[in-house]
């Protein structure tokens, strides 16, 4: 893979909470979040007001098998990958959080019955 000065490239994995060390997570578990999908990741890339870039039909070296592409953040600020990491971290586990109660509301919604008078 060719050298990119002031991009940085993050895939899914490093955000999988079901995922190891080994397998790739770089954060640590209370971190991370479960099903991490590349439209996650771009939502907390959005919502942390970074620059990015975004290849779908890439794989992970890990994970080969699988098409789950990556994020590439412009890094002008020059700022430590490990602490980009974290804020997107914190992006994902805000994306996935509202995604999830979401999808509580509507279930809650459909499981409601109406009742006769």
């Known amino acids: 893979m060719r050298k990119r000065d002031g991009i940085l490239i993050f895939w899914p994995a490093y955000f999988e909470k079901n995922y190891t060390r080994l397998q790739g997570r770089k954060i640590s578990s209370n971190l991370a ?14 919502s942390s007001g970074f620059e990015y870039e ?50 509580l509301a509507e279930t809650a919604k459909k499981g409601k019955k109406k009742h006769r008078k």
Not at 37 to 45: G, K, P, S
Not at 67 to 73: D, E, M
């Open 33 to 46: 979040a479960s099903d991490v999908t590349i439209d996650i990741l771009e939502e907390a890339a959005e």
């Open 54 to 103: 975004i290849d779908r039909d890439k794989r992970y070296p890990r994970n080969w098998i699988e098409r789950k592409g990556y994020i590439a953040i412009s890094n002008e600020e020059g700022h430590k990958k490990k602490r980009v990491l974290l804020m997107l971290a914190k992006g994902v586990r805000r994306a996935v959080a509202k995604r999830e109660s979401a999808r």
